[in-house]
């Protein structure tokens, strides 16, 4: 059985697999010996929440259909923080309730008897962004993903720098608001708190229902809930509470990335997860960037959208396995 680099040569493997473990939804894609994506399978994580190993054999029986005969392959695994990279462990993410601690890499060892790697999901999707999106040719960079929750990771002199204990670049929960509302970290007042699609949704629906009137309690009526996409929606209808819900995270945003680009001073700052796909946003924060920053070269660094979009941590799961040997 093939346990790490030290026992496996790269040269032996024919392709890869890679696998994105997400909250909503994991991705597993079959990659050439050059990492080009040439199949991919996406399977909801909701429908096997009952438990990991659940989700874990539905995966595998994916790999099952990716796999080629007669050749060998790599498996490469992203998941959701926090993680023991070394030892493969996903340790009680709270993107995966009621995880807990699970030894993911040995399954998938024990399955397919090969190597197998695991990384941070946001420090997969930093490393995709690196070799092969919008990052590509900057040795220093950082990646935030603004989504449902807020995460990063950085690429210090074209690696991925994981910290103590692998918990660095935890950007959601750098502390913006001193007292602000409870994150799902146990701390007050993150970025994540303040900033995320979980936090304009939230504050959407408190602001519907006190008013009990205008578009947002409407939607809030016909559908039992309100997305942050709603509040896009509705703002650029010209609805003044959700203009001003946006423009409090927008601008808690701009706070926490210019704080990153003042503590790393990195050459490119790239932007995935879903509530960039408002492009103002991006615009916005640089913006916000190039007035607040004054001892980075603020002219010079690059604030950019991701180009993988989705599939970036699935990219990085099986680049970070190439680049592991
Ligand atoms: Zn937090």
Redesign the pocket.
């Known amino acids: 059985m093939i346990y790490n680099t030290a026992m496996a040569d790269i040269a032996q493997f024919d392709y890869y697999i890679g696998i994105d473990i997400g909250g909503t939804r994991t991705r597993v894609g079959r990659f050439s010996k050059d990492c080009k994506l040439e199949e991919k399978e996406v399977i909801e994580t909701i429908r096997y929440k009952k438990s990991p190993e659940f989700l874990l054999e539905e995966i595998a029986k994916k790999i099952l259909g990716l796999k080629k005969p007669n050749s060998e392959f790599a498996i490469g695994i992203s998941a959701p923080g926090p993680c023991d990279t070394k030892l493969g462990i996903v340790k009680n993410p709270p993107n995966l309730p009621g995880w807990g601690e699970v030894r993911v890499s040995e399954f998938f060892k024990n399955k397919f008897d090969t190597y197998v790697s695991l990384e941070n999901d946001a420090n997969a999707a930093a490393f995709a962004e690196y070799k092969i999106g919008s990052g590509k040719g900057y040795k220093n960079m950082v990646y935030f993903t603004l989504s449902t929750g807020i995460g990063g990771g950085i690429i210090i002199n074209g690696k991925i720098y994981r910290g103590f204990m692998d918990s660095a670049g935890?950007f959601?929960?750098?502390?913006v608001l001193p007292n602000g509302p409870k994150?799902?970290?146990?701390?007050?007042?993150?970025?994540?708190?303040v900033s995320s699609g979980y936090a304009i949704s939230r504050d959407a629906i408190s602001k519907a229902l006190v008013r009990k009137s205008g578009i947002l309690y409407e939607i809030y009526k016909k559908n039992g809930t309100i997305n942050a996409s709603d509040v896009f929606l509705a703002s650029s209808q010209g609805d003044d509470i959700s203009w001003k819900i946006l423009n409090k995270a927008i601008t808690y945003m701009g706070i926490g990335i210019s704080n990153v680009i003042t503590v790393l001073s990195p050459e490119c700052v790239v932007l995935g997860g879903g509530l960039t796909n408002q492009d103002y946003i991006i615009e916005e924060i640089r913006n916000f960037a190039a007035t607040h920053v004054k001892m980075a070269p603020i002219n010079k660094i690059k604030i950019v959208k991701s180009s993988l979009g989705d599939d970036s941590s699935l990219y990085g799961s099986v680049l970070n396995t190439v680049d592991s040997f």
Not at 172 to 175: A, F
Not at 183 to 193: F, N, P, Q, V, Y
């Open positions: 935890e959601g929960h750098q502390i994150c799902r970290c146990g701390s007050k007042g993150c970025l994540e708190a």
